[in-house]
């Protein structure tokens, strides 16, 4: 669970923030505020992303490691949004 920032109470769920992006919204369970997260960090965590599906497209080869690729980087990805990026107020 993460805290919410504005009651500082641990009501966000891992599936709720892996979901929120910075156009989106979730609800804090415990004081109603619309909970997102900056985009400029949020851009930085589909990075990883962005370069998997690059690398998996066109550049790895053989098709074994274009997967093995794309899943690295979507793992990258995820755990930056996770782990870096912060919940807001919006
Ligand atoms: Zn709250």
Redesign the pocket.
């Known amino acids: 669970m993460y805290n919410?920032?504005?009651?500082?109470?641990p009501?966000i769920s891992v599936w709720q923030k892996f979901c929120t992006g910075p156009l989106s919204y979730t609800e804090?369970?415990?004081?109603?505020?619309r909970?997102s997260v900056p985009i400029l960090k949020y851009a930085v965590s589909i990075l990883p992303l962005l370069i998997g599906i690059i690398l998996a497209g066109e550049v790895v080869h053989p098709i074994v490691l274009r997967f093995v690729a794309l899943v690295l980087c979507l793992v990258v990805s995820v755990v930056i949004l996770m782990k870096w990026v912060p919940l807001i107020t919006k």
């Open positions: 919410c920032p504005n009651c500082n109470q009501t804090c369970r415990n004081c109603g505020f909970i």
